[in-house]
């Protein structure tokens, strides 16, 4: 089993800036995927950013270049630079990972087996 632990979210002012972290325990070895999923009150969860082993990754089209997502295999933690954070980004996010992808797309949240708590980001 995995366990993911995010941390890093604040309230923070729009034009600002945040680092999450998601630390993975458990049997990590087989992981190749980490992502960043958010959820929007009273709106689906959706796929952030995606980083697999080798180090390809993914956004989703809303990050637009303001997000950076990276993945220490050594420490098992995969952090998400967020900069030109907007009040539309207020959301709770949450780090997923899995071995394989389990659907057709990285961006379906049912790919992912592995979830964290969440991490709550507001901006104003």
């Known amino acids: 089993h995995v366990q993911l632990v995010e941390s890093g979210g604040d309230s923070v002012q729009a034009g600002g800036s945040l680092t999450l972290s998601c630390r993975a325990s458990?049997?990590?070895?087989?992981?190749?995927?980490m992502a960043w999923f958010r959820r929007v009150r009273g709106k689906e969860r959706e796929g952030v950013a995606v980083i697999q082993r080798d180090g390809d990754h993914r956004y989703g089209e809303f990050v637009k270049g303001r997000f950076s997502i990276s993945w220490d295999n050594a420490k098992n933690v995969a952090t998400l630079q967020m900069n030109g954070l907007k009040p539309e980004d207020t959301a709770m996010y949450y780090c997923a990972s899995d071995i394989r992808l389990r659907d057709r797309s990285w961006l379906i949240p049912g790919s992912f087996t592995y979830w964290g708590r969440g991490t709550q980001v507001t901006v104003s």
């Open positions: 458990g049997r990590t070895n087989g992981l190749n995927y």
